[in-house]
């Protein structure tokens, strides 16, 4: 089973910025959908972004302008850019991809996230 492996998480201050990363350990051609999704301390996990094989993508309105969602099929990586970041983006970020084979989902163990006032 493919698994996924987030990185580029960490701690920055508002209107920062940060480029989480998701590898693939195999193809990423595997997942009809990939995305990214965060948890805040407390709440309830929801979705960033999605973008699926033909690249079309869907952002959440609270990120919409800010995030940006994109996938390197050559790297087998989605990437997620997170500029004008703000304290209430803090959270963990996990990358989700939704395989073709099941309609099953894989997750990634998550990044955190931190920006500070």
């Known amino acids: 089973q493919v698994q996924l492996v987030e990185s580029g998480g960490g701690l920055v201050q508002a209107g920062g910025s940060l480029r989480l990363s998701c590898a693939a350990s195999g193809s990423i051609f595997s997942f009809s959908v990939m995305g990214w999704y965060r948890q805040a301390q407390g709440m309830g996990r929801e979705l960033v972004a999605i973008?699926?094989?033909?690249?079309?993508?869907q952002h959440a309105d609270s990120v919409k302008g800010r995030f940006t969602i994109s996938r390197d099929n050559a790297k087998n990586t989605v990437a997620l850019q997170m500029n004008s970041l703000k304290p209430e983006d803090t959270a963990v970020y996990y990358c989700?991809?939704?395989?073709?084979?099941?309609?099953?989902?894989?997750w990634g163990q998550g990044t955190q996230v931190t920006v500070s006032s």
């Open positions: 973008i699926d094989l033909s690249g079309t993508t």
């Open positions: 989700k991809g939704r395989r073709r084979v099941d309609g099953g989902v894989n």
